[in-house]
C-alpha cells in the first residue's frame, strides 16, 4: 500500500509519464535524434523524485562506439538507474512486452525482446541486436539472465554475446571491432547509511515475487543510494571467444560490487 510520500511521488511521476509516452513516440516514429534523449530525461526526473542518489565510477560509452553492455541485475529499479546514464535501449525477456504500462515504455527506449523458452529465438534476437550494435547504439544486456538477490552475482551467461559476433563477423555492414562495456550496479545505502546484508533484498526483485507491492514498497520507501561502476572496454573481434570474453566481464562486475559494497555510500 502506497505512503502519503509514495502517492506525492506519484502525483509527479504520472503526469511526466502521460507527457513523455507520446513526445518519445513521435520521435521514435520520426527516427528522430530525441529518441535516444528523450528516454535519458525522464529517467533523470524519475531518480530524482524517488530520492535515489547515483554515484558513478568509469567513463559511460562515448556515444560514438558500438558497445555492448554487460551488467548485473537486481530489480526493475535497475532500469531507470541505468537509464541515467547515457542514452541506452536494453535487450529483455519477451514477457516485459506483455505487461502494462511497462511494456510501453520498454518499447518506446527501443528495447529488443527475446523468448528464452526457445533457443532458436536468440539467433533471431543476436541479428537485431548486431544491426543496433552497428548502427552505434549502446545496448543493455543483463547477462546473468534473470535478476538476483542483491547478495550475490550470478554467473554471465555467453548466448547473447554472439550479438557482437553476429555484427563484427556481418558480410554486408562488418563493425571491424564491437566494445563489451562491464557495469556493477550496486545498492549500498539508504538513507544515506550503509545498507546490511539483511536489507538488501529489500530492493531485490526476484524468483516469484509480485511487481506491485515491490514498486509501492519502492515508491513509498527512503531513497537509495546505488553505486554505479564501469569496467574498462574488453575489445571484441573476429578471433575473440564469446565465453572467456563473457567471463571477463563478469569477474569485473564481481569485483567492482563487491569494492563498492565494501566501502558503502
Not at 513521435?26 to 524517488?50: T, W
Not at 555492414?173 to 546484508?197: D, F, K, Q
Amino acid at each position: 500500500m502506497l505512503s502519503l510520500r509514495g502517492i506525492l511521488r506519484l502525483s509527479l511521476i504520472v503526469p511526466a509519464t502521460l507527457v513523455g509516452i507520446p513526445l518519445q513516440a513521435l520521435a521514435v516514429r520520426l527516427d528522430s535524434r530525441a529518441a535516444r534523449l528523450i528516454p535519458l530525461v525522464y529517467h533523470r526526473f524519475i531518480c530524482r523524485v524517488l530520492g535515489i542518489r547515483i554515484k558513478v565510477e568509469g567513463r559511460p560509452p562515448n556515444g560514438r562506439e558500438a558497445a555492448l553492455i554487460l551488467a548485473n541485475h537486481v530489480s526493475w529499479l535497475d532500469i531507470p538507474v541505468i537509464s541515467t546514464l547515457t542514452p541506452l535501449s536494453f535487450i529483455a525477456k519477451a514477457e516485459v512486452n506483455g505487461w502494462p504500462v511497462v511494456g510501453l515504455l520498454a518499447r518506446l527506449q527501443r528495447t529488443v525482446f527475446i523468448d528464452r523458452t526457445r533457443r532458436k529465438a536468440t539467433a533471431a534476437t543476436n541479428v537485431e541486436v548486431a544491426h543496433r550494435l552497428r548502427r552505434g547504439d549502446a545496448m543493455v544486456l543483463f547477462a546473468e539472465g534473470t535478476t538476483g538477490d542483491g547478495l550475490r552475482i550470478l554467473p554471465f551467461r555467453s548466448a547473447l554475446v554472439g550479438a557482437a559476433r553476429d555484427a563484427v563477423a556481418d558480410a554486408e555492414a562488418p563493425a571491424s571491432e564491437i566494445v563489451l562495456r562491464p557495469l556493477a550496479i550496486t545498492y549500498v545505502g539508504r538513507h544515506g547509511l550503509p545498507l546490511g546484508r539483511n536489507e538488501r533484498p529489500d530492493i531485490a526483485w526476484h524468483g516469484d515475487m509480485e511487481l506491485a507491492p515491490h514498486l509501492a514498497a519502492v515508491i513509498s520507501g527512503a531513497p537509495f543510494d546505488v553505486r554505479i561502476t564501469w569496467g574498462e572496454p574488453i575489445a571484441f573481434n573476429g578471433g575473440s571467444d564469446r565465453k572467456e570474453a563473457t567471463k571477463a566481464a563478469e569477474d569485473v562486475v564481481r569485483a567492482a560490487a563487491r569494492a563498492a559494497r565494501a566501502s558503502g555510500p
